[in-house]
């Protein structure tokens, strides 16, 4: 079990809906991370968050929009999505301050979208 | 490292033999490395890290050995075991950055 947790593991959604993916950690991490993971490819960095701010966006659609309400949770919101976003996506976290220290990965959510 | 589309280089071991996985890495200037393991369905798991000032690094049945002169990270693995079975990834930072730049990753098979 990772210590990552990430819900829904799969979600299939329209090009038309609204869906939030979700991540929590309880290891007292203050950076966190969204990734996106196709087939037989490296994660791709999409965003970093360091104490709850937005740090980094890699030049990220719109219809992505991440949020961290506090230092344990990260949500991804999705709207108006196209079929090649279909991908794994990851969360991650590490220790707080600068890099230089492992990410530790969710199991990841599974989107499909029609 | 660089993708290699849609196939992912392979490498088949015997079960009880050792595994030697390879990387070389894009950034001199790099000062932390990481090695994941990743399984069918899950996510990259945390396997063992080694920053610029060592040249080998021991875990429990992992051994990672960095080599700053040709820019070469590798990680041996002791008496391969069915669960060993798994994509492998390194990856290179900054030591003051949180982006890590990725190798292509190497499918690790193992032979009954």
């Known amino acids: 079990d990772t210590e990552v947790t990430q819900t829904p593991k799969h979600l299939v959604m329209g090009m038309t809906n609204k869906k939030s993916l979700k991540c929590e950690q309880h290891?007292?991490?203050?950076?966190m991370y969204w990734y996106k993971q196709k087939a037989k490819k490296p994660p791709e960095l999409m965003f970093v968050y360091s104490y709850e701010k937005l740090s980094i966006n890699e030049s990220v659609p719109s219809r992505f929009s991440p949020e961290c309400p506090n230092s344990s949770l990260l949500n991804l919101h999705l709207h108006a999505l196209q079929p090649e976003d279909s991908a794994l996506y990851l969360c991650?976290?590490?220790?707080?301050?600068?890099?230089?220290?492992?990410?530790?990965f969710g199991d990841g959510t599974r989107l499909s979208i029609l | 490292g660089e993708s290699v589309g849609l196939h992912l280089p392979t490498l088949s071991v015997q079960e009880g033999d050792n595994s030697i996985i390879n990387c070389a890495y894009s950034?001199?200037?790099?000062?932390?490395f990481i090695w994941y393991k990743q399984e069918s369905g899950k996510g990259p798991q945390f396997i063992i890290d080694?920053?610029?000032n060592m040249d080998k690094r021991q875990g429990q049945r992992v051994t990672v050995l960095l080599n700053k002169t040709v820019k070469h990270l590798s990680l041996q693995i002791a008496a391969t075991q069915p669960g060993d079975s798994a994509v492998y990834f390194c990856?290179?930072?900054?030591?003051?950055?949180?982006?890590?730049?990725w190798g292509a990753g190497t499918k690790l098979i193992i032979k009954p």
């Open positions: 991650a976290s590490s220790r707080p301050g600068r890099g230089g220290q492992p990410q530790h």
């Open positions: 950034n001199s200037a790099s000062d932390y």
């Open positions: 290891m007292g991490h203050r950076a």
């Open positions: 990856a290179e930072t900054l030591d003051s950055n949180y982006q890590l730049i």
């Open positions: 080694i920053r610029s």
